[in-house]
Structures are given as C-alpha cells and as structure tokens.
C-alpha cells in the first residue's frame, strides 16, 4: 500500500462547478497536511494546509481532514481554466521532518 | 518571500559522469529536501537534512549522495551518472507548514 494514494485523473469539471480532489494515507501517526498546486512545467506550490481534523476555508478553497478515516480533500468552488492543474496531496508525521507525496491528481476544467 | 535557489535549470550529462545539484535557501530552515519528479511516479523523495551536516535517507536514495556543510545549502550528489536518472530534480526547505520548492532542475543523462 502506497503510504499516500491520489487519483491521477484526468477529472473533468465545468467551468464554474465544484472540484472535488481525494487523498488517503496509511500512516496514522501523520499530523500536518498539505495540497499542492502544479502546473505542467513548473514546480509544487503550497496552496492549504490542515492539522486537525474538520475544515478549513481559504477563498474558494476548502481542505477537509478526518483523521479516523486516514482521508484529506480539496475542494474547489467555482472552478476556473486557471485552476487546470495536477493537485499533489503530501502528509507529515509529527516530530519527523520527512514529507511524503501523492502521485498527483490531474484536473481538467472545461470553459 | 522564502526563495529556494537551484543552479541550473537545465542539464545535459554523460553517463559515468560525477554530478552536483547546487541549492540554496535564504531563510535559514534547518530541513531542506531533495526531490526527483517523473512521469507517473510522482514526487519520490531522495534525501533530507534537519541540520547541519545531518541527513536521512528518502525513499531512492540509492545512486545518489547529499553534503550539507552549510546551513543554506544543500547539495545533491550523482556519483556515477545513468540514463535512469534522467529526472525533474526539485529542490525544498522547510516542512512544518509545508515544504517551498525551488524551480528545479531537469536533468538529462546521455
């Protein structure tokens, strides 16, 4: 079992629907988590990050955590062409510095 | 605004060659990552540093080495160049609040 499983996609949205993007991890000792944006020939950016369970909202963004199922989300209102992009999931165990990555999921958003 | 400083953004190589993949952070984080990206396969991690001259094995570190002599730099090591290290290599410091990643190297191994 991989520690940090994505979907790689493509998903397809219309513009101006919600994308829903979907992470589990193995560890359960994980403690921080993250979402990363890529666009094809750049690198990872940070756009959310979660620690405990619940939501957390930051414009149209949304990160969901729930710990007891191993599960973390993003969320994306109002999906824009912009927003097209591989989303990388990436979890932490606390106290241990090592930061482990999703395979990435491929979203498509459809004008 | 963190900066993460990668050398080159490109590089052809020979195999057999010895390689070295400069980074640099400017906002004195005591972890830095190194990183190798390729199709299908994701983000693999290769070696990370909590400290000076400290490091921990990632996920493949084999092939590779890391030298950390200074805080701000983190340097990745190819002893012996293969075609199978043709590679995105990505550069990130910190890792509380989420690794920030340099603009990465794309290495080619001829």
């Known amino acids: 079992q991989k520690e940090v499983e994505q979907n790689s996609g493509p998903l397809s949205v219309p513009e101006g629907a919600i994308a829903s993007l979907n992470c589990t991890y193995s560890?359960?000792?994980?403690?921080?988590f993250f979402w990363y944006r890529q666009y094809s020939g750049k690198s990872p950016e940070l756009i959310m990050s979660?620690?405990?369970?619940g939501d957390k909202e930051d414009g149209r963004f949304t990160a969901q955590l729930n710990k007891a199922s191993q599960y973390v989300s993003l969320l994306i209102r109002d999906s824009q062409p912009s927003d097209s992009a591989t989303y990388l999931c990436?979890?932490?165990?606390?106290?241990?510095?090592?930061?482990?990555f999703g395979i990435g999921t491929k979203l498509q958003v459809i004008p | 605004d963190v900066k993460v400083t990668q050398s080159s953004r490109y590089l052809v190589k020979r195999t057999g060659e010895k390689v070295f993949l400069e980074c640099v952070q400017d906002?004195?984080?005591?972890?830095m990552f190194w990183y190798r990206q390729d199709p299908g396969l994701g983000l693999r991690l290769i070696y990370f540093?909590?400290?000076?001259?400290?490091?921990e094995k990632g996920d493949i570190p084999e092939g590779y080495s890391v030298s950390r002599e200074k805080k701000e730099r983190f340097s990745l090591i190819l002893e012996s160049a293969s075609t199978n290290q043709t590679s995105m290599y990505l550069c990130?410091?910190?890792?509380?609040?989420?690794?920030?990643f340099g603009s990465g190297t794309q290495l080619s191994v001829l």
């Open positions: 990130a410091s910190r890792a509380d609040r989420g690794p920030f």
């Open positions: 560890d359960r000792v994980s403690q921080s």
């Open positions: 979660i620690y405990s369970n």
């Open positions: 990436a979890v932490k165990p606390g106290g241990y510095q090592k930061v482990t």
């Open positions: 906002m004195d984080h005591e972890n």
């Open positions: 540093s909590y400290d000076v001259k400290m490091k």
